[in-house]
């Protein structure tokens, strides 16, 4: 019995903690559905009295959302898979090679991790404007190839890994290449995947510096396309900027609820050690 | 011979890393020192020299020491709901609880997907003191919600909560995989020994999952500096009176409200500073204890 | 082992990952050079100009679009691009002054008041008259033909060049919930001085339990002015030999300020971030709110009550100061095939069903005389709009939105803003914040 109780306490605690995490979400949902004049005076209404889908009407008819949605997948697909490959050989280097100056070198790679965004806007607008990428895609998704956070993270699983694996296959003279693809990578898959994942979704998510780069509207991203429904003079459209958030996450949900039970075995197995 | 042929190799693998932090990560990090001892607006034709003056004028201005502590505070505040709570939260699932364990793991995780951006958007509805949801349920038990985003240090818990909102999910699924990582045998042995779950979680699976721990306390101090951004400017614009605002925010408003690019590149470089010296200290104290297997 | 082949796939991409970069962006490059070759080359091909603006698809946006398509419809050798710019004024002057930084111009952008003198200081621009004379000499008396000497005004800076054209003008005017009104037994045709302001405040709140008062509060001192300068005070005041002093800390501004910062202190107006303040006079929880009157629509469309508009109130026995809100145009092109295309341009947006049509889709008050009366203008929209008359009707009393000159212009502004904080949190009285503000605001402009 005592246990039952315990498990109750438990279970009610999880319980709040899901409310306080899903409301915001439902809450979105529930609002994109409605009028404005609705979303104002009947906030508590989850099923709106007058559901209506002319939120979603609007924001296709003004913005190519197919398109935009396609763009910003391309960027946080490319960011993601180059970020994952730069970050996992260098991070085989530095754990894995003995080196003059390994130390010094790794240290000063992952200080950019603490390098405010302020620092490096101005400058790498003008790299990539001086590339002829500007109001291109492939302009928001040059300057976010490599990643030091990565590089961190996946030394730290990597480190977990017993040197002597890689000694034997040395000794073996397999090339490092067939080492990385056959022995590191598939060990180390839960920290690849669980930055993988970190990187897709803040690239997803991520407006400061694609408001600088882009500016046509078929190369608009979704966080950007939401700037263009917030306005603070006019008033945001609630509604319809929760329509417009509505679609910006169903991709990533939807990845995350495909994949969601081999992500959370994979962590579950052998966590973020690898 | 061979030495040499293997740190070739070494390099050849640092090298993509290397390039693109060179371009876009160092370089600009020079030219901000380089301006940092400057008067300039990034626009007007002569910089003016000013030396270490941009420095002095931030150490002597008393917005700098309020922006250094609310950020110190956002960090502390995060690493509690984002450090420590996930590691309650799996304790309950992996040693409490025997049902719904999939469920709250999907719900759990579900906000991390979404921009803070819509995050803000939607808690400056939800938590509106006037008529947000939240409000209307206080004032039913006759309670008030407080005008948070004009009350200095409850702004930042509020600000700290939308982030957390999002920052949560992904640090707990992290944490969950490191704990059900650690070996079932030691824990079952442990069991058997009748030694209380809670010292079990202590003393064995904190310990062993260690490496995990320092995973999710670097990427908590790193978001809780740079995700930190977006609800402030979304919400507050630092404000009542820089009671909101942190290090980076502070930065962007020196550099993109007040195109103070000399003073703003001063302070940029302060930050990091600042953060180098956190990151020398996590090496030389917190990795030592840490359980790695090589 | 269908794993490891995709590893090594993965392999390979990355081996070839710089490589590949290098030549996507060259090719890229050149073809982005292309393009801007043949913009330029003139001969048959269409030239092509970027406007930049702030409206959102809240406000002006699909209006923007569909002026921008009649356009490059309308002629066949110019192309206008438009760009949206996130964040308002402010954001879109972040973007000007990175792409000042790489070293281009758009043609035609959209400044906004505050940012009148910082612009002026710090970007190359072409004049409108200038413009004119270059090249549309015909027509050089378009500026005094079509616009009144205090609206174009309202784009001179500090040395009286006249540094572009009103484009969107906006005012603040005085909402209220004439439901609420009539349960408080309150006059409905609203309040016209602030101590009337002040009276139905205590009366809403005694009679209903809602807050009497909101007053915008964004990240600018727009309202703020307003109100100050409705009670004889004076933000801004340049002596004989031009120079200019911050003297809002007079005892008007003071008594103004004092008489705000009183009503949050009793509980009868509300102190608030802006958004959630128009959220509390929309679901009816405030009585009056005092903002732009670009907020109109987004009003309309939520409240469940009767709202009414009125003009902005003035202090007994005074006169009505108002601040000009919304933006000018400004030709920032290089170039004289650009500057001559952004000077058609615009003067496409300045003709009267242009405009009428800009009004419309934003709700900001035409700077063009003729707009509001003539058929193809304004005219069924003014009559069916009734509260848009609170703004077309209090156009004579619009001044300047003050913008002290210099570079350190944007900073004074800052610590106007930080001190509204402190002084309606009750931290510090009027007098004491407003004087401290205004001195260390003359600091910075004996300064420089």
């Keep these: 019995m005592k246990i039952n109780v315990k498990q109750m306490i438990a279970h009610i605690f999880l319980g709040v903690l899901t409310i306080v995490l899903l409301f915001p979400i439902i809450f979105a949902i529930a609002n994109s559905f409605k009028t404005l004049e609705e979303a104002t005076n009947h906030i508590w209404r989850f099923i709106p009295l007058n559901p209506t889908i002319k939120n979603y009407i609007h924001v296709f008819e003004t913005l190519p959302f197919g398109r935009i949605t396609w763009n910003t997948f391309l960027i946080a697909f490319t960011v993601t898979i180059f970020k994952s490959l730069t970050s996992i050989i260098a991070a085989y280097a530095f754990v894995f090679f003995d080196f003059k100056g390994k130390r010094l070198l790794y240290f000063t790679l992952i200080s950019t991790m603490f390098i405010p965004f302020t620092v490096t806007m101005i400058p790498n607008y003008i790299t990539v404007s001086a590339l002829g990428l500007n109001d291109s895609i492939w302009g928001v998704a040059l300057p976010q190839l490599a990643d030091a956070l990565g590089i961190f993270l996946l030394r730290q699983s990597m480190r977990t890994i017993p040197k002597s694996f890689i000694e034997v296959a040395k000794i073996e ?85 495909i994949f969601q039970r081999y992500i959370i075995n994979t962590f579950a197995l052998s966590g973020i050690k690898g | 011979m061979k030495k040499i042929k293997e740190d070739l190799f070494a390099l050849l693998f640092i090298l993509p890393s290397l390039t693109a932090f060179c371009f876009f990560m160092f370089w600009p990090l020079i030219r901000t020192v380089y301006l940092s001892f400057f008067d300039w607006n990034m626009i007007k034709p002569v910089k003016k020299f000013v030396g270490l003056q941009n420095y002095i004028t931030l150490l002597q201005d008393d917005v700098t020491y309020k922006v250094l502590g609310n950020t110190i505070l956002y960090i502390l505040i995060l690493l509690v709901v984002n450090f420590v709570l996930p590691y309650i939260v799996s304790f309950l699932l992996s040693f409490v609880i025997r049902k719904g364990k999939s469920f709250y793991k999907t719900a759990f995780f579900l906000p991390s997907v979404i921009s803070l951006v819509v995050g803000s958007i939607l808690y400056v509805w939800i938590l509106n003191p006037v008529t947000g949801p939240v409000a209307m349920i206080l004032r039913f038990f006759d309670m008030q919600l407080p005008i948070w985003s004009k009350s200095e240090g409850l702004v930042i818990w509020i600000l700290s909560l939308i982030t957390s909102w999002k920052v949560f999910g992904y640090n707990f699924i992290i944490v969950l995989g490191g704990v059900m990582g650690v070996s079932q045998e030691v824990i079952e042995a442990a069991k058997l020994d009748h030694i209380p779950n809670y010292k079990i979680f202590m003393q064995i699976v904190l310990p062993m999952s260690s490496s995990t721990g320092v995973y999710v306390l670097i990427t908590t101090i790193v978001q809780g500096l740079q995700y930190v951004f977006t609800p402030i400017k979304v919400v507050t614009q630092g404000g009542p009176n820089y009671a909101s605002s942190n290090l980076i925010y502070q930065s962007y408003h020196e550099a993109f409200t007040l195109y103070k690019t000399g003073e703003a590149s001063a302070f940029s470089v302060m930050t990091m500073a600042l953060f180098i010296l956190l990151l020398v200290l996590e090496f030389k104290f917190v990795e030592k204890g840490v359980y790695y297997e090589n | 082992m269908k794993k490891r082949t995709v590893t090594r796939v993965a392999a390979f991409i990355m081996a070839a990952a710089m490589a590949l970069t290098g030549c996507g962006a060259s090719d890229a490059g050149t073809a982005q050079d292309t393009v801007n070759k043949s913009a330029s080359a003139g001969d048959g091909e269409k030239i092509k100009i970027e406007y930049w603006h702030c409206n959102g698809e809240g406000q002006g946006g699909a209006t923007v679009e569909e002026l921008v398509a009649k356009f490059n419809e309308s002629n066949d050798h110019i192309e206008v691009v438009a760009k949206y710019n996130p964040d308002m004024y402010k954001g879109l002057m972040q973007n000007l002054q990175a792409e000042a930084a790489v070293g281009n111009t758009p043609a035609l952008v959209q400044i906004g008041w505050s940012f009148l003198e910082y612009f002026s200081n710090n970007f190359a621009y072409l004049e409108p008259q200038a413009a004119i004379d270059q090249y549309d000499a015909e027509d050089s008396t378009f500026l005094t033909d079509h616009f009144l000497p205090n609206i174009l005004e309202l784009a001179e800076n500090s040395d009286g060049g006249q540094v572009g054209i009103p484009y969107s003008l906006s005012s603040p005017v005085f909402y209220y919930n004439v439901d609420l009104f009539r349960e408080a037994g309150l006059p409905e045709e609203g309040p016209k001085t602030w101590e009337q302001v002040m009276e139905y405040s205590e009366i809403i709140k005694e009679k209903t339990g809602k807050y009497g008062l909101y007053i915008q509060e964004p990240s600018d001192n727009w309202a703020t002015q307003a109100l100050i300068e409705s009670n004889g005070g004076k933000f801004m005041t340049a002596d004989a030999e031009g120079n200019v002093k911050a003297t809002f800390a007079s005892e008007e501004g003071i008594y103004a300020y004092q008489t705000w910062a009183d009503m949050i202190a009793d509980g009868t107006a509300l102190h608030i971030s802006w958004e959630e303040g128009v959220q509390a006079f929309n679901s009816g929880e405030v009585a009056m709110l005092y903002t732009t009157i670009a907020r109109r629509s987004n009003i309309q469309s939520s409240a469940q009550f009767e709202a009414a508009a009125v003009n902005s109130p003035v202090w007994e026995g005074k006169e009505r100061v108002i601040p000009a809100g919304g933006c000018f145009l400004a030709i920032t092109a290089q170039t004289e095939e650009q500057q001559a295309a952004a000077w058609e341009f615009e003067k496409f947006l300045y003709s009267i069903e242009s405009m009428a049509a800009w009004t419309i889709g934003t709700g900001y008050v035409p700077p063009r005389k003729d707009v509001a009366d003539s058929p193809e203008g304004l005219k069924s929209f003014l009559e069916e709009n009734q509260m848009m008359k609170a703004a077309t009707t209090q156009m004579d009393a619009v001044v300047k939105w003050t913008s002290f000159p210099g570079d350190a212009g944007l900073e004074a502004e800052q610590i106007m803003i930080d001190v509204r904080d402190e002084i309606l949190n009750g931290d510090v009285s009027a007098r004491d914040g407003l004087t401290k503000a205004q001195e260390e605001i003359n600091a910075l402009l004996e300064a420089q």
Excluded at chain 1, 221 to 233: D, K, R, W
Excluded at chain 1, 249 to 255: A, D, Q, S
């Design chain 1, 173 to 257: 003279k397999v090339g490092h290449l067939r080492i990385l693809s056959d022995i590191l990578v598939p060990l180390v898959k839960p920290a690849i995947i669980s930055t993988g994942i970190i990187f897709f979704i803040n690239s997803w998510n991520e407006y400061v510096w694609p408001v600088l780069i882009l500016k046509s509207k078929e190369n608009y991203t979704l966080s950007l396309a939401l700037q263009m429904f917030i306005s603070a003079e006019g008033g945001t459209d609630f509604t319809v900027a929760m329509a417009v958030s509505v679609i910006t996450m169903i991709v990533p949900l939807v990845l995350y609820l």
